[in-house]
């Protein structure tokens, strides 16, 4: 799975939840993708700092990103590391070899997590792997 940042023609910013990036690109020639906010097809792919892989089949439907409380935004950081840390493999530092067997399905597909170098991400990016990168507990790897 992939997720790419989307943004509507009627100024609603969203994600969406891919196969892979052919996928992406057929949803959208078929006119197949739409806004959550107005409902309309003008719908591009917009950069996006995180990505996060993911086994799970899952339809995302988002609103516009509020502004919320700085004990809100702590809670909800806390338990996206609570979820990682409960539900995906630690591979450690194998992380771009884990990433690339399951890229091209050498491995079976799962929730993995783990550390990389900077030059190891540069690769999975050309690879079209996406990571999120998030401080975790007990983690004291800079990478």
């Known amino acids: 799975m992939i997720v790419f940042d989307l943004s509507c023609a009627c100024g609603c910013q969203f994600e ?12 959208a020639r078929e006119g197949l993708l739409s806004c959550p906010s107005c409902d309309g097809n ?12 993911s086994v799970a089949d899952r339809r995302v439907t988002a609103t516009p990103a509020k502004v919320l409380p700085e004990e809100k935004v702590a809670d909800l950081f806390k338990s ?10 630690d591979v450690g530092s194998r992380l771009a070899e884990k990433s690339l067997k ?22 999975l990016e050309k690879e079209g792997i996406k990571l999120l990168k998030i401080p975790l507990p007990g983690n004291s790897d800079k990478n």
Do not use: C
């Open 102 to 123: 399951i890229h091209y399905g050498l491995e079976e597909p799962r929730n993995i997590r783990g550390t990389s170098t900077g030059a190891e991400e540069k690769m």
């Open 80 to 89: 996206l590391q609570d979820y990682v840390v409960n539900n995906y493999e």
């Open 42 to 53: 003008a719908v591009r792919k917009i950069l996006s700092p995180v990505a996060i892989r």
């Open 16 to 27: 969406g939840w891919f196969q892979d990036s052919d996928d992406f690109r057929r949803l």
